[in-house]
């Protein structure tokens, strides 16, 4: 299958879609530890199961059955909202500080809008070569 041309934004663009994203991030910040949390406990019961030592493994097996079809939902959730912001045309470069880029037009060449998600609005690019340390101000 051919690669698709990637969406390209003005920086109004890019800004105006700024609270969606914003909302999407948060929300696959809080999957993330959800998920997490989820995996620790199933092998926390998992790590009980196999010690043995009187634990009810009929309990502890059913609880990982459950915690399991509730991770399972997670990650589809999480799956979903990574598919929303890529149906936007944004790339989620660090999610952990929010980082995302926009492709956009700079001089008639194809460029990243770049944004921080404790930034105001979208302000800075880069090359699509080159990274967040060699952002430029628009």
Not at 22 to 40: A, V
Not at 64 to 80: H, M, P, R, S
Request: with cysteine; net charge neutral.
């Amino acid at each position: 299958m051919p690669k698709r041309k990637p969406k390209l934004f003005t920086v109004e663009e890019a800004d105006a879609l700024l609270p969606q994203v914003r909302e999407l991030l948060t929300e696959l910040r809080r999957l993330q530890r959800t998920i997490t949390s989820t995996s620790e406990q199933i092998e926390q019961r998992a790590e009980k199961i196999a010690a043995g030592n009187g634990y009810p493994v009929p309990t502890l097996k059913t609880q990982v059955k459950t915690l399991g079809a509730q991770q399972l939902k997670l990650v589809e959730a999480y799956q979903g909202a990574v598919k929303q912001l890529e149906q936007l045309g944004c790339l989620v470069k660090d999610l952990a500080t929010g980082l995302v880029d926009f492709h956009g037009l700079r001089d008639g060449e194809v460029v990243f809008l770049c944004w921080k998600e404790d930034e105001a609005h979208v302000a800075f690019w880069h090359t699509l070569e080159n990274g967040f340390a060699s952002r430029q101000p628009l």
